[in-house]
């Protein structure tokens, strides 16, 4: 049995939940979030509980129970609290800005990177050095902040580029001189 599909998730006050057909509809404060749900797992919606269920033992059955859970479960937290995800620059004269519906990098490179803010999604500068991408969706929002940092990931021997905020970077020795 799934340690995950098998634990109910919780409806916290201010948040609705509905199924229809295949279709899981979540709605709280901050909006709306919809997921298409496998028709070998069954979803139920008590009082104030979601509970997730399967029909057969199957490999891929098993693996789709624990994932449906997962996926309500981050929809239910994501439309009462939000997601944010920090990253870091790192770099002489490295800098992001916001104008208007996008997110202007300057990365050392002979020209600025332009990134288009997606729709669900708001990316904030607290720092020039500093980039927020915050939602509602948690996939959008780590897929997001992948992209940023894919831009320029951050290098083994100094270190420079755009990094997660903890994120640890192997360093690695450079050059050694012989004498």
Do not use: W
Not at 27 to 37: D, I, R, S
Not at 73 to 97: C, D, F, H, P
Request: hydrophobic share 40%; proline share 6%; charged share 25%.
């Amino acid at each position: 049995m799934s340690r995950i599909g098998i634990k109910p998730v919780i409806i916290p006050a201010g948040v609705k939940a509905s199924i229809d057909k295949n279709l899981v509809h979540v709605e709280g404060p901050k909006g709306k979030l919809q997921f298409a749900k496998s028709p070998l797992i069954q979803v139920a919606i008590e009082t104030d509980k979601i509970k997730v269920s399967r029909g057969s033992n199957a490999k891929n059955v098993r693996a789709l129970h624990g994932l449906t859970r997962a996926m309500i479960a981050n929809m239910v937290k994501g439309v009462l609290e939000g997601y944010s995800r920090q990253l870091e620059m790192i770099g002489v004269g490295y800098r992001a800005q916001i104008s208007g519906k996008k997110l202007i990098l300057q990365l050392g490179f002979s020209h600025p990177v332009e990134c288009l803010i997606s729709e669900g999604i708001t990316i904030e500068t607290p720092k020039p050095t500093q980039i927020v991408v915050k939602g509602i969706d948690r996939q959008k929002v780590g897929q997001a902040a992948a992209n940023i940092r894919g831009f320029l990931p951050p290098e083994p021997y100094k270190g420079k580029g755009i990094r997660y905020v903890g994120e640890y970077v192997r360093r690695k020795a450079g050059k050694a001189v012989a004498k």
